[in-house]
């Protein structure tokens, strides 16, 4: 699905349709000090989720513009503009002086005259970006997921409670939960439908994903900052930068109760190639619930194996399905339902409340639950590279920083090895 996304001019063509723009536009009633006729948008991270985005974010107000581009590799401008030029034209005003190259681009697109930020870099450099966004008093569209390691987490829990204070809208890019049919299920769950939930099981197995073999002139740092996938310090692992989408439907599950402790277990079968990085190809999970439910999480990337992106809750009353391959979306037992209202685009979805929330001066504020859910991720991460049984206190107390502040491609890349459970040690 999210290699699907990336290729950008498909995602032309593929823009023109979903849900319509809000109903309700009240340009007089913007935020103190918006701009009250035209929103500026600025894009950090132009590849392929990040001109999604801003594909998105101009098809959800008739009054929106793209301002600014913030990239470290230039050569995405022009693939960027090109996809989102041909379906928005003039919405699209970035003049040369309002591309910005570099590790510090980021910075200069928050200072560049912008109301919107969309954040779509590697996760490693999320904390960071939403800080700088958030201190400047700008709305914001955060990309999934939100960090890599729990000082990152505790980073973006403190910011979520500042972008409170300044009254500005910090939306997720967890897209599910803006998807009307898990939004009625995942509801009903919620509201008892199910009875008590005791446990669920959840899936992201999925085939492999692009790469790029090492050219001419890239140092190790260029190399792993355009393979960001395979490297933890930049992505979290799979688990964490993919199959956190199934991890944060669980949690949805659940109500949001954070889980007292995770064990389990992943590895390195078949994407072993050092083309790869040192992340997993596959993990396996089970989170301990206060109540004494348990979830079961499961997630590969590996060729030619069994495909499952599903949700299945289990209640004192019956079972809930929530799959993400198909439209399956059902209760049985005492209560027994099925979805059968609309299927809207979730992506446009999420941009379309954005904007909404801005011209109505109702701010959204998804930062603590898109904070745990992506701390639930790592926590299982951080179970499986162990070996060890890791309580939900210990999880998010843990010191260990995967890398430090990228700020020039002099830098030395951070040093990388395989996890060895029982070998590797938790911080």
Known sequence: MNTTRREVLKLAGAALAGTAFPSIIIPNKAFAGMNSETLKVGLIGCGG????????????????????????????FNTCLEGLRKVHGDKVQVDEGRKFVGFDAYQKVIDSGVDVVLLATPPHFRPLHLEAAIKAGKHIFCEKPVAVDA???????????????????????????????????????????????????????????????RQEGWNDLQFQLRNWMYYTWLAGDHIVEQ????????????????????VGTGGRQVRVDPLYGHIYDHFAIT??????????????????????????????????????????????????????????????????????????SKPINNGEWMANSTMLAIMGRMAAYTGKKITWDEAIKSNEVLAPDITSWDMPAPKVEVARPGFTPFF
């Open 287 to 360: 989170y301990d619930y206060p109540n004494g439910a348990k979830g079961f999480h499961f997630s590969r990337q590996q060729e030619n194996c069994e495909r499952s992106y599903l949700v299945e809750t289990f209640g004192t009353k019956g079972r809930a399905m929530a799959n993400c391959s198909r439209p399956t979306h059902k209760i049985e037992g005492a209560n027994p339902w099925e979805y059968s209202g609309a299927q809207n685009d979730m992506y446009q979805t999420e941009h379309n409340e954005l904007f909404a929330s801005i011209r109505n």
């Open 243 to 262: 199959a956190v989408h199934s991890i944060d439907m669980m949690s949805w599950a659940m109500g949001d109760v954070l889980p007292v402790s995770a």
């Open 49 to 76: 989720r990040g001109s999604g985005a801003a594909m998105q974010a101009l098809k959800a107000d008739p009054n929106v513009v793209l301002y600014a581009l913030g990239e470290i590799f230039p050569e995405r």
């Open 151 to 213: 000082p990152g987490i505790r980073k973006v829990l403190e910011l979520a409670k500042l972008a409170k204070e300044k009254n500005v809208s910090l939306v997720s890019g967890f897209c599910w939960r803006f998807h009307e049919p898990k939004r009625a299920v995942f509801g009903k769950i919620n509201e008892g439908a199910i009875g008590e939930v005791m446990s669920i099981y959840n899936t992201y197995n999925t085939g492999g994903a692009w790469s790029f073999p």
